[in-house]
């Protein structure tokens, strides 16, 4: 008989909405219920696509657009085959970014349409389930500076929030919209109690194609 494979979870938002901490709640949260569960992150900047990605942000190399959106694409579908084998092997993997916020950073972008920017990552793992933390940018604001790495400005954030809202829209995906602007416990909650009904749902379903069977997204 086949096992119950895990959920493909994922935490979108722009940044400071609290995705890492949260992930990392959410993983021990469901391991305290008894459940395989790790997380994972984008970009991983451990691998050699991943380091190159990374001196990118840290603004030491400069990398062309195009090149740079293929890159973040590529990272993940490095990894594909693990995460494939870890959501068959009954493991819930709880992911810090994924393809949306390839998508919605680099269209962001002067030049760049949607579709052109989802084609890459076409076929990868399909999430069961992707939590927005929702903040706006004035609630942003007070958690303090922007670091120095590429994309943290708060003119881009907004550009890439109105991205985020677009794809949101694409109904073959289970996007869930978190208030992040609640306490830290409160949103735990609510997203353990989310990822704890995509893990139940998702026991019965084969692992399917991110955006295969097309997108009502225009670009
Ligand atoms: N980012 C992240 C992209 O531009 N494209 C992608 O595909 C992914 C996964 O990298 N500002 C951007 C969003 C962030 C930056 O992410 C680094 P983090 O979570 O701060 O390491
Ligand atoms: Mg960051």
Same mark, same amino acid.
């Given at each position: ?5 895990? #959920?493909? *979870? *994922? ?17 021990? /949260? ?6 395989? /569960? ?9 691998? !050699?696509?991943?380091? !190159? ?20 694409? /590529? ?5 594909? $085959? ?16 994924? /393809? ?13 349409? @949607? ?9 990868? $793992? ?6 927005? @933390?929702? @903040? ?34 694409? $109904? ?5 919209? !978190?208030?992040?602007?609640?306490? !830290?416990?409160? @949103? ?9 009904? #995509? *893990? ?5 379903? $084969? *692992? ?7 997108? #009502?997204?225009?670009?």
């Amino acid at each position: 008989m086949m096992g119950r494979r895990g #959920a493909l *979870i *994922i935490l979108e938002g722009v940044d400071r909405a609290g995705k890492t901490t949260q992930c990392k709640k959410l993983v021990q /949260a469901l391991q305290k219920n008894g459940r395989p /569960a790790e997380m994972m992150r984008f970009p991983d900047r451990t691998t !050699m696509i991943g380091q !190159m990605i990374s001196s990118y942000l840290e603004k030491k190399t400069n990398l062309e657009d195009h090149t740079v959106h293929l890159l973040f694409s /590529a990272n993940r579908w490095e990894l594909a $085959p693990l995460i494939k084998k870890k959501l068959q092997q009954g493991v819930t993997l709880v992911v810090d970014r994924y /393809a949306f916020s390839g998508v919605a950073f680099t269209s962001a972008k002067p030049g760049f349409c @949607l579709e052109w920017c989802r084609n890459p990552d076409v076929g990868l $793992p399909k999430p069961d389930l992707v939590l927005f @933390l929702q @903040l706006s940018p004035a609630e942003a604001a007070k958690r303090g500076q922007f670091g120095v790495e590429r994309y943290e400005t708060s003119d881009f954030q907004q550009t890439v929030q109105h991205r985020f809202n677009q794809l949101m829209k694409d $109904p073959s995906l289970n996007w869930q919209v !978190m208030d992040a602007t609640k306490g !830290m416990e409160d @949103l735990h909650q609510e997203i353990l109690r989310q990822s704890e009904a #995509a *893990i139940a749902e998702a026991e019965s379903q $084969p *692992i399917k194609e991110l955006w295969k069977e097309g997108s #009502a997204v225009p670009c």
